[in-house]
């Protein structure tokens, strides 16, 4: 089993009002050169959870981090006039967390952020600002949604 130590969040880029199957999302990948999704994880706005690439495979989501990193890829991101917003669904968000501290459990000490997080500190400020972002993705902060190994421990207790 490969080492992994990041946990990357992403969106699919689809528009609110659309949507996008996990066979749009591997044809869009092939066309775009890759050897099928570059996701491990792609949740529907229903919440479901589809397995997109196995995990002992790396990845194909954030170029020069898919060697220690799993992938989840979140239907939507998009409003509906096609401008980076939050849309995850209830089921989504729900789906999101337990994925994760799932992952947690089975990685613990992973660090979990968003695509747009490990865009370059293009003014060495060691901090990655909105202006920095290659792009919005996931278009939500993933650092205030809680994601830690503690926050795993404590959900077991309950």
Known sequence: MRKIDLIV???SATRADRSLTPDDLETQHRRRGFNGTGYHYYIRKDG???ITRPIERIGAHVKGFNACSIGICY???LDCHGRPADTR???QRATLHLLVHQLL???PGSRVCGHRDLSPDRNGNGEIEPEEWIKACPCFEVKAEGFTTEDTEDTEEN
């Open 48 to 50: 479901t959870v589809h």
């Open 9 to 11: 969040i992403h969106c």
């Open 75 to 77: 239907e939507g991101g």
């Open 89 to 91: 669904t209830p089921e």
């Open 105 to 107: 459990e089975t990685f």
